[in-house]
């Protein structure tokens, strides 16, 4: 079994236009780096990080627009992440509080961020 890379998902229901909710969770302590993350585009547009956490640590500035983040099978699997360098983690974790900008498809929907772990050689 390949451990060198793994796509952790945190999920929280939006319920409503506009709701503002937060995702947050420990990294999995089997891998020594985050390296990026995804959302995708079935979300709508609109929609920012009001605020993005590892640890103490901010990973985008408050109010950062997620289509930046958002991704679609358009991409190829590799290219889907926004690569944020080797961010150490050792049960690090991670908080995004998200707000909805009112212009998904459907409410509720499931709002699932994806982070990519992994076990990096140049330690």
Known sequence: MDMKKMIQVIIETVG???DEVTLEGELSRNYTHFTGVAF????G???ILLQSFLDQSEIFPNDFEVEFLQTNSSVAPNDRFLSIGNKKIDGTKVKFKYKDGGNAPNYPYELKVYLRLE???NE
């Not at 995708?40 to 979300?43: A, K, T």
Request: proline share 0%; charged share 30%; aromatic share 0%.
């Open 45 to 47: 547009e609109g929609n």
């Open 16 to 18: 409503a236009s506009e």
């Open 119 to 121: 076990n990096c050689d």
């Open 40 to 43: 995708l585009d079935n979300i």
